[in-house]
């Protein structure tokens, strides 16, 4: 079975202290892992998919980098905006579902 | 936003009732996907279809069933409910060549 864990489970950041999540996967065929972010109340948001070990993908302050066993995402320079839970999630080869992590939730101050 | 829709936002209920959650997909997508997230379970997959067609089925309750439309929507049935169903019900959508799922607002589920 697809097993995802996220560390830490909660991280309290300062503004403009950049830091990393991290994201250890161990599934049969990876398809993809797919990072999302969940404002509380709402829908998971979509940020990246990454294929390959050696993958990267950067979106403003966000960079997700994939090995053969984890996932980082970075966080470079947090504002408060960015304060939010953020999900990694596996897709098998031969499966069409999503298994997701627990998630780290981070929360910036300013 | 997303351009998945789900209908309604909150639902309250009690015990032994049975809801319909609604989920329309973006634009252009066939497929649906159904999520639960619940505080001690985190997100979990619970049943695809693909243009009208079951395709994939997670740890989905016999007393819960789903199906797609004609138009693409899909609905969520749950019935003789409990108060352990209390949970946010998520519906994602993705394309035909796409592994990516666009996730809707969610439907908060209250079981008293």
């Known amino acids: 079975e697809d097993q995802v864990t996220q560390s830490p489970e909660a991280l309290r950041l300062q503004e403009g202290e950049s830091s990393s999540l991290n994201c250890s996967y161990t599934v049969s065929g990876l398809r993809g892992l797919f990072w999302y972010r969940q404002d509380p109340g709402k829908g998971p948001e979509f940020l990246f998919t990454?294929?390959?070990a050696g993958e990267e993908k950067e979106k403003e302050r966000l960079k997700a980098t994939l090995t053969k066993k984890e996932s980082f995402l970075h966080i470079t320079a947090p504002k408060p905006e960015d304060s939010a839970t953020y999900l990694c999630a596996v897709r098998r080869s031969n499966d069409y579902k999503l298994s997701f992590g627990a998630g780290t939730t981070v929360t910036v101050r300013a | 936003d997303s351009g998945v829709t789900q209908t309604p936002k909150h639902l309250i209920t009690a015990t032994g009732q049975r809801v319909t959650l609604r989920c329309s997909p973006r634009?252009?997508?066939?497929?649906v996907y159904w999520y639960q997230q619940s505080l001690d379970q985190g997100l979990q997959f619970l049943i695809q279809?693909?243009?009208?067609?079951?395709?994939a089925k997670g740890n989905i309750l016999e007393r819960f069933s789903a199906q797609q439309f004609p138009d693409l929507h899909s609905e969520l049935n749950l019935s003789s409910l409990e108060l352990g169903d209390s949970a946010l019900y998520f519906c994602?959508?993705?394309?035909?060549?796409?592994?990516?799922?666009?996730f809707g607002p969610g439907t908060r589920l209250t079981v008293l």
């Open positions: 279809y693909y243009n009208g067609e079951e395709r």
């Open positions: 990454l294929y390959s």
């Open positions: 634009s252009g997508d066939l497929s």
């Open positions: 994602a959508s993705s394309g035909p060549t796409s592994n990516e799922q666009f």
